[in-house]
């Protein structure tokens, strides 16, 4: 039998409440006093969403104990007690169970880790006995090696006679080398263009033609590439231009990893656009 899961559990609190009753909860979660680390959910979204919906809202927003917590107190504000007192007992049931998984599965893995600690400690000492005995076998070739270096001096003093004359075909080569140089930074400036991200390419092309950037930061909030501030503070800005531009003020620290997904939200809402411009 599947556990169910905390967007389970509200869900099914939530379907139970009648259309009055779910629309007063809706207001009212609206209105919530949240704990500053937290954002409240739109007014826009909250408004038109059904029982499925708001249960992702409130997921999304809030995570798991939070999102539980703050359901309970809402539905306790509009009087709907006996759901908020069916919420709250099964969601001690759903966490006690997790929590107890979670605990024997670090168990089981904490066992693992230990023998290959001492699977590994044994491959060391292996490894140290063998180093031991090629340190003995060394020593033979040690004592060839200084018979060999003086045939090795005549052999010197001949490639210093060839050195003298390779000098004056090294300097022709440098020269030939520094007008090499010249056209590979010329290159380099090409391709450093060329490999710059897509969306820092168009970033004046975006800022003017994205609007309504309401679907693209949830995108964003939910890959966890803006915090809840961050996402409150460009959807505060008007008109669409000055979002964009507050946007990739956020984005001067991305990675080209962050920016491939945010290109991937545009590619999904603004499809047409980007496909212009490549």
């Known amino acids: 039998m599947r556990m169910k899961t905390v967007r389970d559990l509200l869900l099914q609190a939530l379907e139970n409440l009648e259309n009055k009753s779910f629309k007063k909860f809706k207001n009212k979660l609206n209105d919530w006093d949240i704990e500053e680390e937290y954002a409240r959910i739109p007014r826009g979204p909250l408004e038109v969403a059904d029982p499925e919906d708001v249960a992702d809202l409130i997921r999304r927003y809030y995570m798991d104990s939070y999102s539980v917590k703050v359901t309970v107190a809402v539905l306790e504000a509009i009087n709907e007690n006996r759901e908020a007192e069916e919420l709250e007992k099964a969601w001690k049931t759903v966490n006690c169970c997790t929590t107890k998984r979670e ?22 000492e292996q490894s140290k006995r063998e180093d031991q005995g090629a340190t003995s076998r060394g020593e033979q070739p040690e004592r060839e090696d200084q018979g060999s270096t003086s045939r090795g001096e005549q052999s010197k003093r001949e490639e210093q006679g060839a050195t003298s004359r390779g000098e004056q075909s090294k300097r022709e080569d440098q020269g030939a080398t520094s007008r090499g140089d010249q056209s590979k930074r010329e290159d380099q400036g090409a391709t450093s263009r060329d490999q710059e991200h897509f969306v820092d390419r168009h970033r004046a092309q975006l800022i003017q033609r994205v609007h309504l950037l309401g679907q693209v930061l949830d995108d964003l909030l939910q890959n966890k590439l803006l915090t809840y501030e ?36 545009l590619k999904t809402h603004y499809a047409p656009l980007i496909k212009t411009l490549e």
């Open 230 to 265: 961050g996402y409150n503070t460009v959807l505060s800005m008007k008109p669409s231009q000055q979002q964009m531009r507050e946007l990739y003020r956020y984005m001067s620290s991305w990675g080209n990893k962050d920016k491939d997904k945010f290109l991937q939200s």
């Open 103 to 124: 605990d024997q599965g670090a168990t089981s893995r904490g066992e693992q880790s230990k023998r290959e600690d001492q699977g590994a400690t044994s491959r060391v």
